[in-house]
């Protein structure tokens, strides 16, 4: 009993460092392409590249870029006139071109980092956030893609009439007139830069790892190492905590333009430099400036904490479960029966998103449920398993979205429908995300 409060305060610790700053510059960053038009002016780009009979392909793609910086409920806010204008010009369903759009963004959400769901069951299993971005999309955007024809037919089956015009709800910021709008190129680049430069910075970071066991027979480890086990209290360190203790060592000796390169592309600090970037060029030199742009960031906050709150509580979790050996008793149990980690990490956190809702707080607690089960597997897992893994964990997160998901209200609040026409439309969508990821990752996990 003397131990569980501060278990509680380690595990909240260890979770938010990192994390928090980058759900906080995340918001921010997302506010700023929000206010500025910016997710209008990718959707209108896209139309023009693809043309109204490919809409549906244009919108799947609009959404699978901006759920990158703005959450799935505000990005159909910011679209949704789009969707009623296509759907009033061709004579179809809203449900045609909404159905697309969602399940772009419903990936994106789920499977590709810097979203905060990801990003924290990336962070919580040891995954570099480069490959994790790397993985999320080749899983993710095939995934998307696949749903494509069936977004389509379930579009066909269910007609959806969009709303009269009057009674649009349109986004805060409206009144912007498409010539005032960011163009295209900026959005795009905004969005890419930091995502290269992560990717970058993941690929340098695996050339210097790489020296980690020629490192591991000099002195100058061995003593670390030891010291190490000393402070430790004599116990022997695991492969994970040597590995641990000689990287950061041979960054530090890494040349000039490596170490710049690793700076530049740690998620911090490319996600800090992208929100500077998109503030002052979305912000300032449009004529947002002092007091109005500092309400915009803190405006963007609010809705930021509770999912911070809630990563923080996984963290709680996990470092419970690792403290209690609970992980090593779930790990001993599973290895008797034998049955896939990516099949366990999907059906534990599909589970959680059934009972609960939500697919971050479901991809939370599957982080923290499978975390403890690898680290007491003794397997020496490569980045891309645990990449992979993160995806299984994803995919769980997304499907079986019914009436316990805000999101499931959201998509049947501003596109008309009953409960009864949502679960048999939105949630299928989700399921066969949730189904068809799982696949693909299982596809993937053969060969890496």
């Known amino acids: 009993l003397t131990e569980v409060a501060g278990t509680i305060v380690s595990g909240m610790g260890?979770?938010?460092?990192?994390?928090?700053?980058?759900?906080?510059?995340?918001?921010?960053?997302?506010?700023?392409?929000?206010?500025s038009g910016g997710a209008q002016s990718l959707a209108?780009?896209?139309?023009?590249?693809?043309?109204?009979?490919?809409?549906?392909w244009a919108m799947l793609l609009t959404g699978f870029l901006i759920s990158i910086p703005v959450f799935l409920d505000v990005g159909v806010?910011?679209?949704?006139?789009?969707?009623?204008?296509?759907?009033?010009?061709?004579?179809?369903?809203?449900l045609v071109y909404a159905l697309p759009l969602l399940a772009g963004m419903a990936v994106t959400h789920a499977f590709v980092p810097p979203t905060p769901g990801p990003t924290y069951v990336a962070y919580a299993l040891g995954a570099p956030l480069g490959y994790?971005?790397?993985?999320?999309?080749?899983?993710?955007?095939?995934?998307?893609?696949?749903?494509?024809?069936?977004?389509?037919?379930l579009g066909e089956k269910f007609h959806i009439d969009a709303p009269a015009v009057e009674e649009e709800e349109q986004p805060e910021e409206s009144s912007e007139s498409p010539k005032s709008l960011p163009s295209m190129g900026t959005i795009l680049a905004i969005l890419g830069g930091p995502i290269l430069i992560i990717v970058i910075a993941s690929?340098?970071?695996?050339?210097?790892?790489?020296?980690?066991?020629?490192?591991?027979?000099?002195?100058?480890?061995?003593?670390?190492?030891a010291k190490a086990e000393v402070a430790a209290g004599g116990k022997e360190l695991g492969k994970k905590k040597i590995y641990d203790l000689a990287l950061p060592a041979l960054k530090r000796e890494a040349s000039m333009p490596q170490q710049v390169i690793l700076f530049l592309g740690h998620p911090v600090i490319a996600l800090l430099s992208a929100t500077c970037l998109a503030m002052y060029v979305l912000g300032t030199r449009r004529g947002v400036k002092g007091n109005a742009l500092m309400e915009l960031a803190t405006k963007s906050l609010g809705p930021a904490g509770i999912i911070i709150l809630v990563t923080g509580a996984g963290g709680v979790f996990?470092?419970?479960?690792?403290k209690t050996?609970?992980?090593?008793?779930?790990?001993?149990?599973?290895?008797?029966?034998?049955?896939?980690?990516?099949?366990?990490?999907?059906?534990?956190?599909t589970i959680v998103r059934i009972a609960q809702g939500s697919a971050t707080v479901a991809m939370v607690t599957g982080a923290a449920l499978i975390g403890p089960i690898l680290e007491a597997s003794g397997t020496d897992w490569s980045v891309s398993q645990l990449s992979l893994i993160t995806l299984a964990i994803a995919a769980g997160a997304t499907?079986?979205?019914?009436?316990?998901?805000?999101?499931?209200?959201?998509?049947n609040r501003y596109f008309g429908m009953t409960e009864r026409e949502t679960l048999l439309t939105w949630t299928p969508v989700l399921t066969m995300i949730s189904v068809v990821g799982l696949i693909i990752t299982s596809l993937l996990w053969l060969v890496v």
């Open 14 to 35: 260890g979770s938010l460092g990192f994390i928090a700053t980058i759900i906080g510059l995340g918001a921010i960053f997302g506010q700023m392409i929000e206010h």
């Open 44 to 56: 209108n780009g896209m139309l023009r590249a693809f043309g109204d009979k490919r809409a549906n």
């Open 77 to 94: 806010v910011i679209l949704a006139p789009i969707i009623y204008a296509l759907a009033r010009r061709s004579g179809k369903s809203v």
């Open 132 to 153: 994790a971005i790397l993985w999320g999309i080749a899983v993710g955007l095939p995934t998307a893609i696949i749903t494509i024809p069936f977004c389509r037919w």
């Open 203 to 225: 690929f340098v970071e695996s050339s210097i790892a790489s020296g980690v066991p020629d490192f591991l027979e000099t002195e100058s480890a061995k003593e670390m190492i």
């Open 318 to 322: 996990k470092q419970m479960l690792v």
């Open 325 to 349: 050996k609970v992980g090593e008793a779930l790990a001993e149990v599973l290895a008797q029966h034998g049955l896939p980690i990516l099949l366990l990490a999907w059906v534990l956190t």
């Open 399 to 411: 499907g079986f979205g019914h009436v316990n998901d805000s999101g499931f209200w959201i998509v």
